[in-house]
């Protein structure tokens, strides 16, 4: 106890001698469910604040946040801080039985955080079930007060952009149907922009998101991909976009007439309104990378309108968008992103892993009653990950409670094969799933490589994946098999891109690094939501620093309990 005790006084000092220094910024988000009417259909979903998508939380670099949610649903809730790194509060991070047990109905939780090191966009969503199709909102991390500000000509004014998905039916309900059966989640009915459909879609012509603009101004578009289970191609007829940061770190002002994002991912990009004044539409449609007849998609296409002030009430005009599988187009985008500045990139690795990760099969379980022999699963180095039902991961990191997790998560898948070649189907041993929850130990301040390897184990799909806690160095990708000695020559260890989400290539690798320098356990997930439901995700169980400073404090005193 003495030991808890002093690491949370100097904690609480630490704290307080912070807020001394910075704005608190404090909001309330009551969760409940409401009824919203789209595509000609009242439907009963969950917010926050009665509002969809939910309110945007906008904070200075520096400031702290103290967002008190207060459980209303009949489901539990967690809320997560995408990309926020929860340096000192791990605790606040949001996955459920990750770094906390749910908020249950009737309860509430605060979530406290500083936000440190970061500016651009974030956001925020429900990390339970599949809330988070509806549980979502902005997070906005503007310049520090009195400091230098952007690094590019201020913007005459900012607009957020939510892109999500809608489904018809209740996604909890399509969800436990899913997973009753084994198979896997239904495709959406329509996608968002902000959460309206737009007007190609019937019953939606006051379902439209409208931004009006001024000849010659230049405007931030903060982008979000909020949907589900769905990557975007993003266009505005008639405009370039200037790409200035993706994942709230700054990037080399990149030029582009498609933004391609992935599910968590964010991207700032300039508009400028230099057309010749009228309507124009801006749109997205899926990002489709595996075979239709194997990963059916939603190929419909949301709107919103671009209006120049004082222009005539001409129909909007439509931009050229890309194939729905044109992967070329996508991977010219996420691979051309680079810092605006060079960057401190580990340059001697600690710790080498290579994750194989995709798609398979495990048997069917008891609480699936409608599954026959086999389920769909999803794995990395073959484990489907199980979340603990008990007690959160970070508490029994922190409480020293066995038999939550085991510390013996593989560096490097257990069996060699041809991952990205389609040909591996031919063997059932490939498809085949363990299910376990394992993480892997990494002392603090170590230096971490990663080759992320999709494997086209029943189909070769795009994947993003999600690291929590940390920002990452994206060194290099590329298609087919990993090859250290060919990708070597490709790395860029100056100023690579710096996220917290890589959409994976098709059939192909990515590799990052970073520096383990924030104690916690963490998870790294796909962000396609269907994905991780059926286990692909493993977790970073990261050791404690020297100081108090750099050791997980004691939970705060409403901390859920299980």
């Given amino acids: 106890m003495a030991r808890s005790a002093f690491f949370l006084a100097c904690f609480i000092f630490a704290f307080l001698s912070f807020s001394a220094e910075a704005?608190?910024?404090?909001?309330?988000?009551?969760?409940?469910?409401?009824?919203?009417?789209?595509?000609?259909?009242?439907?009963?979903?969950t917010a926050v604040n009665g509002q969809y998508p939910g309110p945007t939380i906008e904070a200075h670099e520096g400031d702290s946040v103290a967002i008190h949610v207060i459980n209303e649903s009949p489901y539990n809730i967690t809320i997560h801080w995408h990309g926020i790194f929860q340096r000192m509060s791990p605790w606040a991070d949001g996955p459920n039985f990750i770094t906390q047990c749910p908020i249950r109905p009737g309860n509430s939780y605060t979530y406290r955080f500083n936000v440190i090191g970061q500016e651009g966009t974030l956001w925020w969503h429900a990390h339970v079930s599949v809330l988070r199709a509806t549980v979502y909102g902005a997070l906005i991390i503007h310049p520090r007060v009195g400091g230098v500000g952007f690094p590019f000509p201020k913007p005459y004014k900012e607009e957020t952009i939510?892109?999500?998905?809608?489904?018809?039916?209740?996604?909890?309900?399509?969800?436990?149907?899913?997973?009753?059966?084994?198979?896997?989640f239904n495709i959406s009915d329509a996608f968002t922009i902000n959460g309206r459909p737009g007007d190609l879609y019937r019953c939606s012509n006051k379902h439209t998101h409208k931004v009006e603009v001024e000849q010659g101004k230049t405007y931030l578009l903060?982008?979000?991909?909020?949907?589900?289970?769905?990557?975007?191609?993003?266009?505005?007829?008639?405009?370039?976009?200037?790409?200035?940061?993706?994942?709230?770190?700054?990037?080399?002002?990149?030029?582009?007439?498609?933004?391609?994002?992935?599910?968590?991912?964010t991207i700032d990009a300039l508009l400028h309104a230099n057309a010749p004044p009228a309507n124009y539409y801006m749109a997205a449609i899926a990002y489709a990378s595996a075979p239709p007849s194997v990963s059916p998609f939603d190929n419909t296409t949301t709107v919103a309108t671009v209006t120049y002030k004082h222009s005539s009430s001409s129909p909007p005009l439509m931009p050229a968008l890309p194939a729905?599988?044109?992967?070329?187009?996508a991977h010219h985008f996420y691979s051309n992103l680079t810092a605006l500045r060079p960057n401190s990139v580990p340059l001697q690795i600690d710790q080498h892993m290579f994750i194989a990760f995709g798609l398979g099969l495990t048997p069917c379980s008891a609480n699936q009653p409608l599954c026959q022999g086999r389920a769909l699963s999803a794995s990395m180095n073959n484990i489907s990950f199980s979340f603990p039902t008990t007690v959160s991961m970070l508490e029994a990191h922190f409480r020293r409670i066995r038999g939550v997790y085991t510390k013996?998560?593989?560096?490097?898948?257990?069996?060699?094969?041809?991952?990205?070649?389609?040909s591996v189907n031919n063997v059932g041993s490939f498809q085949l799933t363990d299910k376990g929850t394992k993480v892997k130990r990494l002392k603090f301040n170590s230096t971490v490589e990663m080759v992320l390897q999709n494997t086209a184990v029943l189909a070769a799909e795009n994947h993003p994946l999600h690291l929590h806690g940390y920002n990452f160095y994206v060194v290099a990708q590329g298609f087919g098999n990993y090859k250290k000695k060919e990708a070597v020559k490709k790395?860029?260890?100056?100023?690579?891109?710096?996220?917290?989400?890589?959409?994976?290539?098709?059939?192909?690798?990515?590799v990052i690094r970073f520096r383990a320098d924030n104690p916690g356990i963490w998870i790294m997930h796909c962000h396609l939501d269907g994905h991780l439901s059926l286990g692909l995700a493993m977790a970073l169980e990261v050791g404690n620093g020297p100081t108090p400073s750099t050791t997980v404090p004691p939970p705060p005193p409403d901390y859920p309990q299980c």
């Avoid at 892109?163 to 399509?174: I, P, S, T």
């Avoid at 013996?408 to 389609?422: C, G, H, I, K, Q």
């Fill in 162 to 184: 939510l892109l999500g998905e809608w489904w018809k039916a209740d996604v909890v309900g399509l969800q436990n149907k899913a997973l009753a059966s084994g198979g896997a």
């Fill in 491 to 510: 790395y860029n260890l100056v100023n690579p891109q710096e996220r917290n989400t890589i959409a994976v290539p098709v059939g192909g690798w990515a």
């Fill in 408 to 422: 013996d998560f593989p560096n490097r898948p257990l069996v060699a094969y041809d991952f990205s070649n389609p």
């Fill in 23 to 45: 704005e608190v910024v404090k909001h309330t988000f009551k969760v409940s469910n409401i009824v919203v009417r789209r595509l000609c259909k009242n439907k009963t979903i």
């Fill in 222 to 265: 903060r982008i979000i991909n909020a949907a589900l289970n769905s990557q975007f191609f993003f266009k505005i007829a008639n405009h370039r976009l200037t790409v200035v940061g993706a994942d709230a770190t700054y990037t080399t002002p990149f030029s582009t007439d498609v933004i391609t994002i992935a599910p968590g991912q």
């Fill in 324 to 329: 729905f599988n044109d992967t070329p187009t």
